[in-house]
């Protein structure tokens, strides 16, 4: 986890906004990061591998530093940081509590 977590980091993402591109949920993807989810499975790091926008031998490729690979996925990071940051926005907007209706 700490290779996913330099190349986030290299590309500028939070962890909300990086559990976003990979489809994972914030808080799970949180705990991973931080050790508490020692073994993910194959579907989690399959999404960990589209989140950083590589394929899975790519993440697992050590002999490459994460910010080389942050510098050919640039036009990538762009996209789904992005998207990220849109959604991201919608969903403050969305939880924002309704204006209560005055009684007529």
């Known amino acids: 986890m700490a290779r996913v977590k330099q190349i986030r980091l290299a590309r500028g993402l939070t962890q909300e ?15 991973a990061e931080a050790g508490r989810k020692p073994n993910p499975g194959l579907e989690t790091l399959l999404k960990l591998s589209k989140g950083c926008g590589l394929t899975l031998s790519e993440l697992f ?44």
Request: charged share 35%.
């Open 17 to 31: 906004q990086f559990a976003e591109c990979a489809d994972l949920d914030p808080k799970y993807y949180q705990h």
């Open 61 to 104: 490729d050590f002999e490459r530093e994460p910010n080389a690979l942050s510098e050919e996925q640039a036009g990538y990071d762009k996209q789904t940081s992005t998207k990220a940051k849109t959604k991201e926005s919608n969903s403050r907007v969305s939880k924002k509590a309704p204006k209560s209706k005055r009684p007529q």
